[in-house]
């Protein structure tokens, strides 16, 4: 083991971050050219977008948990993690040069142009990539750092130097194009994937357990309990899968309402259950509850700030044909806004976030933070219009505040609830609380998006979701036991 990793030292947090950085700048290129490169180059409408992102999700459902169990029980090259890191970086490798590429594909599959089937089948592909190593590339953290500050540092280290480099992909989006920016993240995807993991070691046994229970193999039965509260979500990705599968109508308000439902019976039950029993299960469970709503505004905001930047910014019809310049202006306003966003997601963690957590805590923290959001969210609802470009990119900023937390102390929250032994299977379970809410953002949200001609409804329906996501993490403990004051770390190297 190096000297870095034995004493922790900022170094070596650098370079345990690199491997999720590779895969947030993948993602963070899906988010910038995804939408633009197929709506303006292969002409799909608003509804085909949104098919072609719920790949995402649907890989995450399947690979994520999958990808995590796997990982915590196998030994390979060297690692546990190791192996899902190597493969899926460089598959999501070939995956970007394919994105820009989907016309020269179908023509040599005998299609002419790039159908949405192509598009899905690399979508699905490219997302199944990111999703075998993403979860292992988190996980790692967890397994090297201790719980507590250090634990803490970890993530908020890893969402500085990723929210660096999605900043980085934003600029290369805004200020030269999307094609430079694909071409680029192949090259620091593969880099980042690979080389850190020669300067990590991994410890062979995980043996820290949760609520003092014995380690044991968790059964099917004990997951499906655990997941409880994201069941209205689940039963919906299944019957739009199926819906689509069947080719029948993938809007059913019967059924919406009833996930609606089951969703909020099973997580109030949860939430005061919890009143009386403090027990690291129904912390984990609130915590699914919470950040499914969350990711739900976030997920909708990415997919559809296309379609707001050129209706309600630029001041054009959504499926309107405009000039190539004016293509370029509306693929900048979305590149900027979440360069804004990343920026503040890259500053905010180190700087602000880890000093407040050492104060208040994690859970305060964070809720805090997506209270600032949900403020955002309302602001460009209510205030950006057209030709207030620059009115928007404010409010990025107050949005980025929760994203900064979102994509990192989330993570260190729930990593203090659930048995080390098992990280990966419950990073994997973790992430259902954001793939399937995905799938509510990538069709319902996308019918309403699109039944509206005023397309700031977007962030009207991201308001509600985050104003919900804020009191439902009132409701989450702080973990006992857990010293975040910089007294209370052990072993060397500091943040």
Same mark, same amino acid.
């Given at each position: 083991?190096?000297?870095?990793?034995?004493?922790?030292?900022?170094?070596?947090?650098?370079?345990?971050?690199?491997?999720?950085?590779?895969?947030?700048?993948?993602?963070?290129?899906?988010?910038?050219?995804?939408?633009?490169?197929?709506?303006?180059? =292969?002409?799909? @409408?608003?509804?085909?977008?949104?098919?072609?992102?719920?790949?995402?999700?649907?890989?995450?459902?399947?690979? +994520?948990?999958?990808?995590?169990?796997? $990982?915590? /029980?196998?030994?390979?090259?060297?690692?546990?993690?190791?192996?899902?890191?190597?493969?899926?970086?460089?598959?999501?490798?070939?995956?970007?040069?394919?994105?820009?590429?989907?016309?020269?594909?179908?023509?040599?599959?005998?299609?002419?142009?790039?159908? %949405?089937?192509?598009?899905?089948?690399?979508?699905?592909?490219?997302?199944?990539?990111?999703?075998?190593?993403?979860?292992?590339?988190?996980?790692?953290?967890?397994?090297?750092?201790?719980?507590?500050?250090?634990?803490?540092?970890?993530?908020?280290?890893?969402?500085?130097?990723?929210?660096?480099?999605?900043?980085?992909?934003?600029?290369?989006?805004?200020?030269?194009?999307?094609?430079?920016?694909?071409?680029?993240?192949? &090259?620091?995807?593969?880099?980042?994937?690979?080389?850190?993991?020669?300067?990590?070691?991994?410890?062979?046994?995980?043996?820290?357990?949760?609520?003092?229970?014995?380690?044991?193999?968790?059964?099917?039965?004990?997951?499906?309990?655990?997941?409880?509260?994201?069941?209205?979500?689940?039963?919906?990705?299944?019957?739009?899968? !199926?819906?689509?599968?069947?080719?029948?109508?993938?809007?059913?308000?019967?059924?919406?309402?009833?996930?609606?439902?089951?969703?909020?019976?099973?997580?109030? +039950?949860?939430?005061?259950?919890?009143?009386? %029993?403090?027990?690291?299960?129904?912390?984990?469970?609130?915590?699914?509850?919470? @950040?499914?709503?969350?990711?739900?505004? *976030?997920?909708?905001? &990415?997919?559809?700030?296309?379609?707001?930047?050129? #209706?309600? %910014?630029?001041?054009?019809?959504?499926? +309107?044909? #405009?000039?190539?310049?004016?293509? /370029?202006?509306?693929?900048?306003?979305?590149?900027?806004?979440?360069? *804004?966003?990343?920026?503040?997601?890259?500053?905010?963690?180190?700087?602000?976030?880890?000093?407040?957590?050492?104060?208040?805590?994690? #859970?305060?923290? @964070?809720?805090?933070?997506?209270?600032?959001?949900?403020?955002?969210? &309302?602001?460009?609802?209510?205030?950006?219009?057209?030709? $207030?470009? =620059?009115?928007?990119?404010?409010?990025? %900023?107050?949005?980025?505040?929760?994203?900064?937390?979102?994509?990192?102390?989330?993570?260190?929250?729930?990593?203090?609830?659930?048995?080390?032994?098992?990280?990966?299977?419950?990073?994997?379970?973790?992430?259902?609380?954001? *793939?399937?809410? +995905?799938? !509510?953002?990538?069709?319902?949200?996308?019918?309403?998006?699109?039944?509206?001609?005023?397309?700031?409804?977007?962030?009207?329906?991201?308001?509600?979701?985050?104003? #919900?996501?804020?009191?439902?993490?009132?409701? !989450?403990?702080?973990?006992?036991?857990?010293?975040?004051?910089?007294?209370?770390?052990?072993?060397?190297?500091?943040?």
């Amino acid at each position: 083991m190096l000297e870095i990793q034995k004493k922790l030292k900022s170094s070596f947090y650098t370079i345990l971050s690199l491997p999720a950085t590779a895969m947030g700048f993948a993602l963070s290129i899906q988010i910038s050219a995804l939408s633009w490169i197929l709506s303006e180059k =292969y002409g799909f @409408h608003l509804e085909e977008i949104g098919i072609v992102w719920a790949a995402g999700p649907l890989a995450g459902i399947i690979a +994520q948990p999958i990808a995590g169990l796997l $990982s915590d /029980n196998v030994w390979l090259w060297g690692g546990r993690r190791r192996p899902f890191i190597l493969i899926g970086g460089v598959l999501t490798s070939i995956m970007l040069l394919a994105i820009p590429n989907m016309d020269i594909i179908g023509k040599a599959l005998g299609q002419e142009g790039a159908t %949405v089937g192509i598009a899905i089948a690399i979508a699905l592909t490219f997302d199944l990539a990111i999703n075998v190593s993403f979860n292992p590339t988190r996980s790692i953290i967890a397994d090297v750092t201790p719980e507590g500050e250090k634990r803490t540092s970890g993530y908020t280290w890893m969402q500085t130097i990723s929210g660096t480099f999605g900043v980085l992909a934003y600029a290369i989006g805004a200020f030269f194009d999307n094609y430079v920016l694909i071409y680029s993240g192949i &090259f620091i995807v593969f880099a980042f994937s690979v080389f850190p993991l020669f300067f990590i070691e991994e410890p062979k046994q995980l043996t820290s357990t949760s609520d003092g229970e014995e380690q044991s193999k968790v059964s099917f039965s004990e997951i499906m309990d655990v997941i409880k509260p994201l069941y209205g979500f689940l039963i919906y990705a299944f019957y739009v899968i !199926v819906a689509k599968v069947l080719d029948l109508p993938t809007s059913n308000i019967y059924i919406e309402i009833g996930c609606l439902v089951i969703t909020l019976i099973a997580g109030i +039950q949860v939430i005061l259950v919890s009143r009386n %029993v403090e027990k690291d299960k129904l912390e984990f469970q609130k915590i699914l509850f919470a @950040h499914s709503f969350t990711w739900i505004g *976030v997920q909708s905001m &990415f997919v559809y700030m296309l379609a707001f930047a050129k #209706v309600n %910014v630029m001041g054009f019809e959504m499926d +309107q044909e #405009v000039a190539e310049e004016l293509k /370029n202006n509306i693929g900048k306003i979305v590149a900027i806004s979440f360069l *804004v966003l990343n920026l503040v997601g890259a500053i905010f963690p180190s700087l602000i976030i880890n000093p407040l957590v050492k104060k208040i805590g994690q #859970v305060k923290t @964070h809720t805090i933070s997506l209270a600032i959001m949900t403020l955002g969210y &309302f602001g460009v609802y209510s205030l950006v219009g057209k030709d $207030s470009e =620059y009115l928007l990119y404010f409010f990025m %900023v107050v949005i980025g505040v929760g994203w900064a937390s979102i994509i990192s102390i989330s993570f260190a929250i729930m990593s203090e609830r659930v048995d080390k032994s098992k990280m990966g299977l419950y990073m994997g379970i973790f992430n259902l609380s954001v *793939v399937a809410p +995905q799938l !509510v953002s990538s069709f319902k949200i996308g019918q309403l998006v699109n039944s509206y001609d005023d397309k700031a409804i977007l962030f009207l329906i991201c308001t509600i979701t985050l104003l #919900v996501s804020t009191v439902l993490w009132l409701t !989450v403990r702080e973990k006992k036991g857990i010293d975040n004051t910089p007294s209370a770390s052990t072993g060397g190297g500091h943040h």
